[in-house]
Every structure is written in C-alpha cells, then in structure tokens.
C-alpha cells in the first residue's frame, strides 16, 4: 500500500491590512454590519472546509507574519482569528505547528518577539524562538524541523549607530507615552528591521539529527533563494545560499516550507555531488488570498517516493477555494527508481516498451497476463508507477478501470 501523509501551509495572515472588523475577543461583528468587500477573512473559513473534507489531512503549518505592523491589537486578534479558524476546521492543536515572520516583532515596544508569544501560550501553542525543534511522526522514516529564520528581524542594536539614531527620531512620536503617534512604516528604515537570520548552532544540529531519516520536512518563514526584487540589505545566512547548501549536503530528499515571499513558488535544487538529495522549496501565498496542500507518499516499508504539491487560490468572488495547479516530484533519484518496482510493475514497463506510448487499463491487464492477480495490487502498483514518473495516469480523478496511461519518454 502507498502510504500519504497530508500537510496544509498557511502564511502571512498580515492581519491589520485585511481590514475586516473583529470584536475585541477575535469574533467576527454582525455579518449585516459588514460590506461584503471586507469580509475575507470570515469566508475563508467556510470555503477552506471542503477542501479539507475532500483531503483529510494530518498536520497544518502556520509559517509566521499574524500581524502587518506589530500593533499589539492586530497580533491578538490575528491569533484569535487563526486559531478559531483551525477549531472550526475540526484540527487537532497537537497537528497544528505555528511559527514566526519578520512582521511579528512589536517593533515600537524593543519587546521583539514577546507579545506574540504571549499571544500563542494564551491559545495553548509554543512559539519555539530558540533552538531547533524536531517533530515525529507515525511514519518513522520523516521528521519536521522548525527553524526560527528571524533571529535578525528587529535588531536595531546590530546596526550602526547613525541607523539607530535615525530609527530612534522616527519613532520619538510613538515611544512618547502622551502622544502615541504610530510611525510611518513606508519609511526605508523599517526595512532595516527585517533582516532574516537563522542561528548556525540551529542548523549544525539539524545537520546531526538528520542521519537516521529518509525525508526531511523543514520549515521557516524566510525563502533560503534570493527573491526576484532584492531588499535594501542582503541576508547573508538565510538566502545567501549558505543553508542551501547545508541542505543539499545531506544527500536525502528535504522538502523545505516557507512564507514570506506572499505568492506560490516551488524551486527544485539539484547537487550532482550530492546524487540521492532533492531539495525542494515551497512558498505559499499570504492568507487567506491562497495556501499548499502538499502530499507526501510512501511505500510501504515508508520510503518516500513522491510529494504533490496542490496550490489553493480564493477566486475572486470568494466563493470556494479552486485548486489552480497541482504537480508531482519524485524524491528518488532515476538510477534507483527501478529498484522500488515489483514483478507487477516490471511486467507493465516491459509491456510499455515492447507496444505503443498511451495504454488503456484494460489494455495492460490482458497484454502483461495480470488477470490472476488482485486487481487492487495492480492498481496500487499503477500508482506507484505514475508517481516514480515512469507512466503518467492522464485521468486519474476517474475510476481506475478508465484510466489512460502513457509511457514517459525519458525511460525510453
Ligand atoms: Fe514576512
């Protein structure tokens, strides 16, 4: 039996920009109070639930930025709101992994990240902001590592002391307890503020905790690949290619999870020196605009063979998630992909090679002599065929006995 593993990512909630009016305790007001053009947040719940009927899933990311501008009231409803969204989904909090972004700092407050700590413990869920954090699983062969990729953001002491003193005279107005008068966060020198750094003893121990699985599941909420419009510092560590290759180096497939880039991306990084390693990084669009829903299979005895990635976006009018794109990626490298094939699956690739590219279900069960075996280890094996990306199955929403398989050409 393949084995699937679902995870949904969420990112950059950005809270105050969204406009929508909660009460003080993080319910939504009177529907009737509320233009229609600013009730996002509160359809999103209704329209993501079918997607989860439809895909049970068994953990959910959370990958940072709850808040726009570091206000405290926004950090608190914007938890409020998460959290009572994942209720009403029915998740359980033990599968639900909650980190933080760069615009989590209570900036004005030389707090950092405090409040918004405060803010989860007070909904039952640890912020880990030091250290790596490791999470099991039933399926033994993966593991998840949180990495805090924020170590840097707010740090006004790390710069010169003309930043600081400029940062200090443009914040005057707030820190004055009379006036309260909140900066201008258009102003470049916010962006000093937001630097991405992950602590190096963090992913030194990620490096030794590693050995013992096949698949690694990483998470921050930083890209590690510059972005395409360069901010005014560039981040050494994080997209500096540092860590990238730390992760390649461990020779196994990590898929690494991210935010902040606000928009579907997923890079696929290939090391010939490191020939069993895939590194595949996945961004997700800020919420509730879209999310990832990403599956994971396994054989079997759990080796990863294959993750999907299902890019989620809320159409126009708000009336239902639409799922816009959806690809696989094989975790095996070419040369051993044979090696995961029964008698089952040889007979079929034969039979491939020796008839013509596009075979029809039935086709295959009587040219490869399968009518004796059990039709659910042929299909099973069908599947594992499509996902090592020997075949493709061009219609695999439709019932099995419909299928149209085609050959790939790079086995040839
Ligand atoms: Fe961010």
């Avoid at 980190?99 to 030389?110: A, L, S």
């Avoid at 309260?180 to 503020?193: A, G, R, S, T, V």
């Avoid at 690949?225 to 730390?246: A, N």
Wanted: proline share 4%.
């Amino acid at each position: 039996m393949v084995k699937v593993f679902r995870l949904i990512q969420i990112s950059d909630l950005h809270f105050s920009k969204r406009e929508t009016q909660l009460d003080d305790e993080g319910k939504f007001l009177d529907r009737f109070k509320e233009p229609a053009s600013i009730n996002i947040l509160r359809k999103a719940r209704f329209r993501i639930r079918p997607v989860l009927s439809k895909y049970p899933t068994n953990m959910l990311i959370f990958q940072g930025d709850v808040e726009e501008k570091g206000y405290k009231p926004g950090m608190r409803k914007g938890c409020d709101y998460l959290a009572n969204l994942w209720n009403y989904l029915g998740l359980n909090i033990d599968d639900i992994i909650v980190n933080i972004g760069n615009h989590d700092v209570c900036r004005f407050e030389n707090q950092k990240f405090d409040y918004i700590k405060e803010c989860w413990k007070s909904l039952g869920y640890n912020l880990f902001l030091d250290g790596l954090k490791m999470k099991k699983f039933e399926i033994n062969s993966m593991v998840l590592f949180s990495l805090n990729s924020c170590h840097g953001c707010g740090e006004v002491k790390n710069y010169s002391k003309e930043i600081r003193e400029l940062f200090d005279e443009k914040i005057t107005d707030y820190k004055n307890e009379d006036i309260k008068i909140p900066p201008n966060l258009e102003d470049p020198i916010f962006n000093f503020l937001d630097i991405p750094i992950i602590d190096t003893k963090e992913i030194d121990e990620l490096q030794n905790q590693s050995e013992r699985f096949d698949l690694l599941l990483v998470q921050a909420h930083h890209n590690i690949l510059p972005q395409i419009e360069p901010r005014t510092f560039g981040p050494e560590i994080v997209t500096g290619g540092y860590f990238r290759r730390c992760l390649l180096g461990l020779n196994r497939p990590v898929i690494y999870l991210h935010g902040h880039i606000h928009n579907f991306l997923s890079e696929i990084l290939i090391d010939p020196e490191n020939p069993d390693g895939i590194l595949i990084i996945i961004g997700t669009p800020d919420f509730p605009r879209g999310f990832n829903l990403i599956e994971i299979y396994f054989t079997e005895d759990e080796k990863p063979i294959a993750c999907k990635i299902r890019n989620f976006t809320l159409n126009e009018g708000y009336f239902d998630y639409k799922e816009t794109q959806s690809y696989s990626l094989c975790l095996i490298p070419h040369a051993k992909r044979r090696k995961l094939i029964n008698k089952i699956g040889r007979k079929i690739i034969d039979y491939f090679l020796n008839s013509e590219s596009y075979l029809r279900f039935k086709k295959i069960i009587d040219g490869c002599g399968l009518s004796d075996c059990e039709i659910s280890k042929i299909v099973e094996e069908i599947n594992k065929l499509d996902l090592l990306e020997f075949i493709e199955i061009l219609n695999k929403e439709e019932q099995y006995d419909s299928w149209i398989i085609k050959w790939r050409e790079q086995y040839d």
